[in-house]
């Protein structure tokens, strides 16, 4: 690996970035939207920031908000960082989950409950429509994680990974 470049892993495979693709991708974990990601590119003087920024959407390495995000984050594995601390002795609506950097976030109990059944390894989707059956005439659990996701990455509470 040529010195100032990365490594990004997307399931099973590695896939070697050069220091510009590697540095949006990085930053990009901060969940900004594409427009945003571009900007701070093109601000640090990262060439070409918008096609880097499509490479790497084509690639899978990021995910844009639209319509097909639904689809392409169902497809995803999501593995849980941080921790479910829980509602505690109350009975409230909103539970606690702590992400890596200390940072804590109340979601409410269908997220939380996405989070507790998270295995790393099964698409998020399947997780989702299990939680759904369980409960029908409620929100969309895929709904409520795509909503809740920028934060919860942001914040280092889960990472999304490819499903080998």
Do not use: K
Not at 20 to 25: A, C, G, N, P, V
Not at 39 to 46: D, H, K, L, N, V
Request: a neutral charge.
């Amino acid at each position: 690996m040529p010195a100032g470049s990365g490594i990004v892993r997307r399931g099973n495979e590695f896939i070697g970035l050069d220091l510009s693709l590697y540095r949006l991708w990085r930053a990009a974990a901060a969940a900004p939207q594409a427009g945003d990601l571009i900007s701070w590119g093109t601000a640090r003087g990262i060439p070409d920031a918008g096609d880097r920024v499509r490479a790497l959407t084509d690639a899978g390495l990021l995910v844009e908000d639209g319509p097909a995000a639904h689809h392409r984050i169902g497809r995803l594995a999501l593995r849980l960082l941080g921790e479910c601390l829980g509602n505690g002795a109350d009975s409230s609506p909103a539970f606690l989950v702590l992400g890596r950097g200390g940072i804590q976030m109340q979601v409410d109990a269908c997220l939380f409950e996405i989070l507790l059944r998270s295995d790393g390894v099964s698409p998020v989707a399947a997780t989702c429509d299990a939680l759904d059956a369980s409960r029908p005439g409620r929100r969309p659990g895929l709904e409520a994680l795509i909503e809740g996701l920028p934060l919860l990455v942001r914040n280092q509470v889960v990472l999304l990974e490819g499903v080998r």
